[in-house]
């Protein structure tokens, strides 16, 4: 069964360093998205991306964080400067576009900011 | 803001029972979904809604689409101990570009099954 892979499995970084998490989609998937979960907390929405571009983000997604579709199976999260506060688990999660409410997730990056 | 309110927030029970889960809106949604996530893991769909009233099962699991299209419900049957986790409700975020396909996820109901 096809499923969204993403690696590493948990990155350590020093704060103000840049990170790039990276993901690959199930393989006929359209439309990509990247969410987060602080430990203890909900699963929150971050970015959604389609046809190449940025089709919604939320408040938490700054100045910060980009996105990309480097080819045609990767798709990457940069947080250019991490603070503290982004260590969190990162989602990375794909849709058809038919259904796309239903997402499929990846296992998660867990990102330690220290 | 379009939140979702589960409960109860944890539960613990006998392996082999029953187990009932709900999530709650101030605002109506026109999907609901429901998420199992082990512990280090991504969350799994488990169930999608799509009509007020509906009840779709998925193996042992349950889920109904509140009338309202304010609430939703998950059932678990005969649990074993691999129900263990947390089940997250899940419905769409409505931006005001109109677009709706990214998920507002609810706070969680941890689920331990004793032997």
């Known amino acids: 069964e096809p499923e969204v892979t993403q690696t590493p499995s948990h990155q350590v970084t020093q704060m103000g360093q840049e990170v790039i998490l990276r993901c690959v989609p199930i393989?006929?998937?359209?439309?990509f998205y990247w969410y987060r979960q602080i430990l203890g907390q909900k699963v929150e929405f971050l970015v959604s991306?389609?046809?190449?571009?940025?089709?919604?983000k939320s408040e938490i997604f700054d100045d910060q964080f980009s996105v990309e579709r480097p080819d045609g199976s990767n798709f990457t999260l940069k947080i250019r400067s991490t603070k503290l506060e982004d260590s969190a688990m990162y989602f990375c999660a794909s849709s058809s576009g038919v259904l796309s409410y239903e997402q499929y997730f990846g296992p998660g990056t867990r990102l330690t900011v220290t | 803001g379009q939140q979702l309110n589960q409960s109860p927030q944890s539960m613990f029970i006998q392996e082999g029972e029953d187990v009932s889960m709900n999530c709650t809106s101030s605002?109506?949604?026109?999907?609901w979904l429901w998420y199992k996530q082990d512990p280090g893991e991504g969350p799994v769909l488990l169930i999608a809604?799509?009509?007020?009233?509906e009840l779709t099962s998925n193996g042992r699991l349950t889920a109904q689409f509140g009338i309202t299209r304010k609430d939703s419900f998950l059932n678990i049957s005969a649990s074993i101990p691999s129900d263990v986790g947390i089940y997250f409700c899940?419905?769409?975020?409505?931006?005001?570009?109109?677009?709706?396909?990214?998920?507002?996820f609810g706070s969680g109901t941890q689920l331990t099954v004793l032997p």
């Open positions: 393989s006929n998937h359209l439309y």
């Open positions: 809604l799509y009509k007020a009233g």
């Open positions: 899940a419905g769409p975020i409505y931006f005001s570009s109109g677009s709706a396909r990214q998920l507002t």
């Open positions: 991306f389609y046809n190449n571009e940025i089709s919604e």
């Open positions: 605002s109506i949604f026109n999907t």
